[in-house]
């Protein structure tokens, strides 16, 4: 019989997994970063994205689930616009800037502080992203005690990471098999998509793709 820590610890998983691998705007981040710079920078855009997973569940965890839909709910629209310019902001950045191709800045303290910096923005301001992880947390535990938040919060955090980390490896890989040239246009790619999660996020916010 399973014990309730691993049981509660394999839930916390499960809410990660649900929330990381539909590919939105993080993914989109996450594959753009390891194309732009490796697999490091995909890496802690990943480790970004469990943190963001990590602070709702922690919210959660203690019950503010409802108060916290609700908010979000209510100024669903005004964070849709600022997400939106968000992802203008990464088109045009994208867009912008080159590969980092063989340059040992690319693994640099530095790159993978923004790289991290520019996943939270993302995260915390993407109202999809947080109506998700609520709607899913409750249909994915049975952790009703503050002791077992421990184990849950760190299995969110494993199974966000985990995904993040798979999904930026194999994205490596596929960098390393491309010329330059290749992963320029498929920089430029991303940077599009970038451009249309934005046209996406206003269209939400005005409510032109509700029925």
Request: charged letters at 10%; a positive charge; hydrophobic letters at 55%.
């Amino acid at each position: 019989m399973m014990s309730v820590p691993v049981a509660t610890f394999l839930a916390g998983v499960g809410v990660g997994l649900t929330v990381a691998v539909p590919i939105g705007p993080m993914g989109v981040l996450c594959i753009q970063k390891t194309l732009a710079f490796g697999l490091l920078s995909g890496v802690a855009t990943g480790m970004a994205a469990a943190t963001v997973h990590v602070t709702y569940g922690i919210l959660a965890g203690f019950g503010y689930s409802p108060t916290v839909t609700t908010h979000i709910s209510a100024g669903a629209s005004v964070l849709s616009l600022a997400c939106a310019a968000i992802m203008f902001w990464f088109a045009v950045r994208t867009f912008r800037r080159k590969i980092v191709f063989g340059r040992a800045d690319a693994g640099k303290p530095l790159c993978l502080l923004q790289s991290y910096r520019d996943a939270l923005v993302c995260g915390f301001t993407n109202p999809f992203t947080i109506i998700l992880f609520f709607a899913a947390f409750p249909a994915l535990t049975s952790a009703d005690q503050r002791l077992e938040l421990p184990f849950l919060t760190f299995g969110i955090f494993a199974g966000a990471a985990g995904w993040f980390f798979i999904l930026s490896a194999a994205v490596a890989v596929f960098r390393a098999r491309l010329p330059e040239h290749r992963l320029m246009l498929a920089n430029k790619a991303a940077s599009c998509i970038f451009a249309v999660l934005g046209c996406l996020m206003i269209a939400d916010a005005l409510g032109l793709r509700r029925n």
